[in-house]
């Protein structure tokens, strides 16, 4: 993973490596979270064509669980999926370069914000399909027994997904074959501008649980109680013991993408203000590294300025740099 | 272009007479054995070795872990198969049946054929999704559709429509070999259709038109199913004395374009035959390409012969009236050369 240890801006010279992982987890978000205010900004200056789909309030999910796995074992993504690929490794200049349309891009400019693919950190790609990638994320779990790694595939998908057959159909083929995935389902509360328990019937969880999968719900917002959850089941997966299902509770700060400014018609504001000064991911985490005087106030502030260093140098960059020749545009229709 | 590959590159080798059911088989297992990436995975695959009995045998040669068979799921079988194509293996996905191709469209149209244009090059699916087309085996309107035009409408998916047992295995082989999702399309009506294979390895290029016989006066497009009704159409036609050439396409996507315009500047005439549905169909297509290409040779309008765009009926006479036939051909071939 890209920017790990090495970077102790700030923390406290008696942390042991177990409570600088802590630390780690904490710039990570951070860096998420940074880098999707950003986003907003360019969108907001209209520096961005399209939209894009912040995952600012999230940030536990992804990092708690990418955190958990090796540069080589696979996720899948989504339509909100920036956070996904920064967890999991991806570099935040080639991330902005995407956005903008630009060459030094991740797909080159071709993808965008909702597909963003990074086969160097075992990304295989952000889905603009609800539910797509759920048999991509179990074919790369299959693929992976049948070449005799012990690699695991992470599916992450949101509430939205529960409504789409193809989840069931691959469900069901990973917990009959025992396959090395993981299904981290982030409930985030609303499918678009519907709040999920208008369109789920039953429990959640039942989904799962029918099909004999291994199945925890916990607070998506606590980034160590994610974590710890998803250690257990890539564990479990390692030994070839079959699929997990982790349904994470968590909340999207922004709405559906950038342009959903006007929310109160499906959601209160009193609710949203709940989540964000009471539920935020990296307050949570901030909080605890303070308590346990693994941090300071300043210390914090510290990694905060460096995270948005980094953030202003790989926008600049993404910013100047050019757009692909125009002559690419029939390219890579074909291997 | 290649000449009439049944007769002249075949006689060549040692060949043996046998069905195009057994040149898939032969093609899968050859390529199982030389790569142990591919894997085939579908619904009854394995024992049963498919209601068609296509793939008979290759369970017990290379067992259930990479003869797979699976749940009645469609969308879910092609998903895995691209998440597993996307990863190292090369799956091939057996679609019974090219109806429940309806099923696997977001999977086939919006990852598969996506995914490296997506990922700016750096992500392929070298995945091979096996199904089949053709009417008359009075099956009714939900097993005897021919939905090839669906699929070579995206760019991304190579589309193969094979004619005989011999280009069926060579590009079959050739399907497993390229990089890209490959949709290939086996004729249900054909399976027991014998002819020359050679007993040597041999692959057949994807993009490259076969010429199943020459002629002068008129050219007939055709495609898998259709290809041995064009042949026939032919033989009724020399005795009204108008040579025609039969062009096998073989693979819509890519298309062999240069064949097809060639043919045409000879003969000033083309009929397109084909087994999907008549409007917006591959028929269209074809004939789009030779009129852009072949215009200043014409001598007649191109003509379209597809099936009737009616959902195929159950009732052998009904179902018999869908399809185009060889006296069809061959009328509409008289007319166009004023021989009626």
Known sequence: MAQTNKKKSGAPKSVSVRDERWLHFYRQMLKIRLFEEEVNQLYLGAKMPGLAHLYIGEEAVAVGVCEALRQTDYITSTHRGHGHCIAKGAKLDNMFAELLGKAAGYCRGKGGSMHIADQESGNLGANAIVGGSTGIATGAALSARMRGTDQVAVCFFGDGALGQGLLYEAMNMAALWKLPVIYVCENNQYNEYTHYSETTAGPLTARAEAFGIRTKAIDGQDVKIVHEAAVKSVEKARRSEGPSFILCNTYRFYGHHVGDIDRAYYRSKQEEEEWKSQRDPIQILGHWLLKNKLADRSSLARIESAIAADIKRAVTSALEAPYPEIHEVRQHVFA | ?340
Request: hydrophobic share 45%.
């Open chain 2, 1 to 340: 272009m290649k000449v009439s590959s049944d007769n002249s590159s075949v006689s060549e080798t040692k060949t043996r007479q046998i069905t195009f059911a057994q040149a898939i088989n032969e093609a899968i297992a050859e390529e199982m054995r030389r790569d142990p990436t591919v894997f085939i995975i579908g619904e009854d695959v394995a024992e049963a070795g498919t209601p068609f009995k296509v793939l008979s045998g290759l369970v017990k040669e290379f067992g259930t872990g990479r003869v797979i068979d699976s749940p009645i799921s469609e969308a879910g079988i092609t998903g895995i198969g691209v998440g597993a194509a996307m990863t190292g293996m090369r799956p091939i996905v057996d679609i019974m049946f090219g109806d429940f191709l309806t099923l696997t469209m977001d999977q086939l149209v919006n990852q598969a054929a996506k995914t490296r244009y997506m990922s700016g090059g750096k992500l392929k699916v070298p995945l091979v999704l096996r199904t089949t087309l053709g009417a008359t085996r009075r099956s009714a309107a939900q097993h005897s559709q021919s939905l090839h035009a669906w699929v070579s409408h995206i760019p991304g998916l190579k589309v193969v429509v094979p004619a005989t047992p011999y280009d069926a295995k060579g590009l079959l082989k050739s399907a497993v070999r390229d990089d890209n999702p490959v949709v290939f399309f086996e004729d249900k009506m054909m399976y027991q259709l014998k002819g020359p294979v050679p007993e040597e390895e041999y692959t057949i290029p994807l993009g490259v038109a076969d010429l199943k016989r020459v002629g002068t006066d008129i050219t007939l497009v055709a495609t898998s199913s259709m290809v041995q009704v064009a042949l026939e159409a032919a033989g009724i036609l020399q005795e009204a004395d108008i040579s025609a050439e039969v062009v096998d396409v073989r693979t819509t996507v890519p298309l062999d374009k240069e064949t097809l315009i060639a043919s045409v500047r000879k003969t000033s005439r083309a009929i397109v035959i084909d087994e999907g549905y008549e409007s917006y169909g591959v028929t269209a297509e074809i004939a789009s390409v030779i009129a852009e290409g072949g215009f200043y040779y014409l001598d007649a309008p191109v003509r379209r012969m597809g099936a009737m765009d009616v959902p195929v009926p159950f009732s052998p006479v009904l179902e018999d009236q869908t399809v185009p036939t060889p006296d069809a051909v061959a009328a509409m071939a008289k007319t166009l050369c004023n021989k009626l």
